[in-house]
């Protein structure tokens, strides 16, 4: 069966530090990948997806790049992180265009 | 740019009420979900509705998606403390790769 994985569960980072988020899919191959960030209690926005290898489309423009590196891996950075970045991020997969959706547990960063 | 709305954005219920909670939009969507959404957990599927005018059930949940495919409901018969949590809609358009999230309504169901 396929599984998500996203690490780490928690940051806590200060302004202009970087960043790394790491989301690892198993069990399925060539899967698209989101990556979405969460405010407090409310919808999401999509940041980031790819359909293949070093294929990502940017939603919105911001602080934050995302890579492709592995067929499965999906990596979220930053250079140097700002207050505003403090949210929920949640990567997800799915096999196709509009299929189901599965998330990962998701980031809580907090940066201070 | 697409938008889903989402109402009521907050619902405090007793246990064994019925609500409805709502998602519209002024966009056409050819498929739309469901998900709900526990505290510091990644949104879990419910249900995913493609055909205007299509009604789904699981258990005490009932999917409507409106006819014209801009707009849909989620009603929940007989609320339990278990169906606390953030429902969220998102819908997709033909040819895109991706999901546009609603806003969310919080549900709180009262023992």
């Known amino acids: 069966s396929q599984t998500i994985h996203q690490w780490p569960a928690t940051l806590v980072q200060p302004v202009g530090s970087p960043l790394s988020l790491e989301c690892t899919v198993e069990?399925?191959?060539?899967?698209?990948l989101y990556w979405y960030r969460q405010a407090a209690g409310r919808g999401l926005q999509l940041l980031f997806y790819s359909v293949g290898i070093g294929q990502i489309s940017s939603e919105v423009p911001q602080n934050l790049s995302a890579s492709r590196p592995q067929d499965r891996q999906f990596i979220l950075s930053s250079k140097k992180l700002l207050l505003s970045d403090s949210g929920f991020y949640l990567c997800a997969w799915s096999e196709g265009p509009m299929r189901d959706y599965t998330f990962g547990s998701g980031t809580r960063l907090t940066v201070v | 740019t697409q938008l889903l709305e989402q109402s009521p954005q907050f619902l405090s219920i007793q246990e064994g009420e019925n609500l409805t909670v709502y998602c519209n939009s002024s966009s056409v969507f050819s498929s739309l979900q469901w998900y709900r959404q526990e505290p510091g957990e990644g949104p879990v599927l419910l249900v995913t509705?493609?055909?205007?005018?299509e009604v789904k059930k699981l258990k005490r949940l009932t999917f409507q998606f409106g006819d014209a495919r801009k707009d849909s409901s989620l009603h929940i018969t007989a609320a339990q403390p278990g169906d606390t949590g953030l429902y969220l809609c998102a819908g997709a358009s033909a040819g895109t790769y991706k999901y546009i999230f609603g806003t969310g309504t919080r549900l709180k169901v009262l023992a």
């Open positions: 069990g399925t191959s060539n899967p698209n």
């Open positions: 509705v493609v055909t205007g005018g």
